[in-house]
């Protein structure tokens, strides 16, 4: 059974940091592309950061590049999400999330919980 | 990086059918086919509905299909039933390697 388990959440204060991680098992993790998408409470999803099965190709979307950064180890079936310069609004529950076919997400956390407070 | 464009609400009686859009741009919906569906219900993770634009994933109900058209994708469901009723989203690859979701669209069952 696949399953990915993010932990790291909880409350930080407005500058702060905070690594999230996501452990994985049931799938080969070590040829998979991840991400992490996060939720805000009561919004949508969004695309936060992508990393290729090496970890040596990664993306990010705007409102989180230089302040966020993927990573992953494959000897520990782990992926990370070290987030820098936290602010308000990246109060989310933050999800990791394989990537099935060209990114698409076919497996998904349970959502580990960021509350950043000012 | 602009979120692409659902409608904020659907809805429909059991047993008809609905349709969900999602409007981007060249550089996402329109110049790949790497669209894909979601389907969440309050507090719980997504599940993946339609990848590829048009593709199930085994175990999602037939009912579901989808289907793009320039820069519009769009996700129908056929024979609604009160299960679907939820949140739904697509999301598609970009032009800078990135993804991006649409904003979300709730799935009302009358």
């Known amino acids: 059974e696949v399953q990915l388990v993010e932990s790291g959440g909880g409350l930080v204060q407005s500058g702060g940091s905070l690594r999230l991680s996501c452990a994985a098992s049931?799938?080969?993790?070590?040829?998979?592309?991840m991400h992490w998408v996060r939720q805000a409470p009561g919004k949508g999803l969004v695309w936060l950061s992508r990393i290729d099965s090496d970890g040596i190709s990664t993306s990010y979307a705007d409102s989180v590049k230089g302040r966020f950064t993927i990573s992953r180890d494959n000897a520990r079936n782990t992926l990370y999400l070290l987030m820098n310069s936290l602010r308000a609004e990246d109060t989310a529950v933050y999800y990791c999330a394989r990537d099935g076919h060209n990114y698409s997400f076919d497996y998904w956390g349970q959502g580990t919980l960021v509350t950043v407070s000012s | 990086q602009s979120a692409l464009t659902q409608p904020a609400s659907v809805s429909g009686s059991p047993g008809q059918s609905i349709t969900i859009s999602c409007t981007g741009t060249s550089s996402d919906v329109g110049g790949y086919n790497y669209v894909s569906w979601y389907q969440q219900y309050p507090g719980k993770a997504p599940k993946l509905m339609i990848y590829?634009?048009?593709n199930r994933p085994s175990g999602v109900s037939s009912r579901f299909s989808g289907s793009k058209s320039g820069n519009t994708a769009s996700l129908t469901i056929s024979g609604l039933q009160a299960e679907d009723e939820a949140d739904y989203y697509c999301?598609?690859?970009?032009?800078?390697?990135?993804?991006?979701f649409g904003g979300g669209t709730k799935l009302t069952v009358l």
């Open positions: 049931g799938f080969s993790f070590s040829t998979s592309w």
């Open positions: 590829d634009v048009s």
């Open positions: 999301s598609s690859y970009t032009s800078s390697s990135t993804g991006v």
